[in-house]
């Protein structure tokens, strides 16, 4: 099985930073992806940013410019640097990754438990 768990979520005002930390654990043989996603009360999921296994990384235009995705290949563990912050931000922050378990083997998608950010204003 693989886990993944994030830390780093809390209470901030608007325009200051936090910093969100996922590690993946478990039977991993490769790591494809690993990224975040969100989701605030009454609104669907929705992607937040990704990180690729070559490094690529993609952004939601909300976030551009404010938060930075980066990941630990070693310790399979990805980061979500956010800055200017601000209220909108305020939601559940899930980390995703995309794993295979074996050599040649299928690719499987898992979610971390959550974490929550919360911006006052």
């Known amino acids: 099985q693989v886990q993944l768990v994030e830390s780093g979520g809390g209470l901030v005002q608007a325009g200051g930073s936090l910093r969100l930390s996922c590690a993946a654990s478990?039977?991993?043989?490769?790591?494809?992806?690993m990224g975040w996603y969100r989701q605030a009360p009454g609104n669907q999921r929705e992607l937040v940013a990704i990180?690729?296994?070559?490094?690529?990384?993609n952004y939601a235009d909300f976030v551009k410019g404010r938060f930075t995705i980066s990941r630990d290949h070693a310790k399979n563990m990805v980061y979500l640097q956010m800055s200017s912050l601000k209220p909108e931000d305020t939601a559940v922050y899930y980390c995703?990754?995309?794993?295979?378990?074996?050599?040649?083997?299928?690719?499987?998608?898992?979610w971390g438990q959550g974490t929550q950010v919360t911006v006052s204003s």
């Open positions: 995703n990754a995309v794993i295979s378990t074996s050599n040649s083997g299928p690719l499987f998608n898992y």
């Open positions: 478990g039977n991993i043989f490769s790591i494809n992806l």
């Open positions: 990180v690729i296994s070559g490094g690529s990384t």
